[in-house]
């Protein structure tokens, strides 16, 4: 709490006051000796404001706006690889999409938002968010950041239908994937916490995009769950790492399959794996002092 009316007639500072609250309340545990709480990072997802979830309430959506575009941006982009594929996914999924154009160089664009065509405000326009106001890697240029370094996009059909064969491919090489991963992000647990942080933040992109692909409601709780862990502190991209650009690249392969495609033969086996996967993250997020990230990283609905 602040006093903003001050004596002297100056305004006090309040900038990134949130941010410096955390702060005072860590040293007063340090200081105390209280159990140790996360910091404020940026790690977490924007969450819906009181107004938006006592709309969502008064109008029977089982969720904000902001919650299901922030599900849907994520999925896009972990299944893209260009930007234009992004904002074509984004579109083919009912999200209606706004790009910002440079004033300065016309045609260059620039950032990015987002919305639902149900969500309208008083005067009948759409409601937008833009890439930030959902999570601190989804602003544009973050976004860019993933595409840049990204290999070619995966194989697909000549006939344009998935097969049976390809289908099993690309859900073993998510598992080989997954296992690779989990042994990598095991071993920078003991040597270098942060070389694990790339295949860390590339796992949330199999989970959500298997999520999305199987529309499967644990795997869907599962990535929701494991969001906050992916995230490297202040929205910071992690260095690229072959494990990381293994599991996006079986998350490209697994976005282009059908629900009805389903997990194929030792289905249990694959979901195995995505828990090992997140289990290992929750120990690296220990590892690192990320009590707030280890805890999403170990909330997995099917253990």
Known sequence: MATLARQDGTKPSVWNDFYRLREACQAAERRLGLQATAPADRTAARRPT???????????????????????VCAAAAGANTEREFFARLRDSG????QRVSTRNPG????????????????????????????????????????????APPPRSQAGRITAAERNAAYEHAARSARAATEHIRYCSFTDPMRGADAAWAAADVLRVAARTLRNPELRRAAEAYDRAARAPHGRIPGCTRPGEELRLAARRLAVMSPEHGLGGRAEQR??????LTAAVADLRTAQHHAAQAAAADEWPMR
């Open 50 to 72: 009181r107004t938006e979830a006592e709309e969502a309430a008064r109008r029977g959506w089982q969720e904000p706006p902001r919650v299901t575009l922030r599900r849907e």
């Open 95 to 98: 999200v209606l999409v706004r």
């Open 108 to 151: 260059e664009v620039t950032g990015y938002a987002v919305g639902l065509a149900r969500h309208r405000n008083q005067d009948g326009g759409v409601v937008w968010f833009g890439g930030g106001k959902l999570a601190a890697d989804l602003t544009l240029p973050k976004l860019r950041q993933r595409w840049s370094r990204r290999s």
């Open 271 to 276: 979901v195995v794996s995505l828990a090992m």
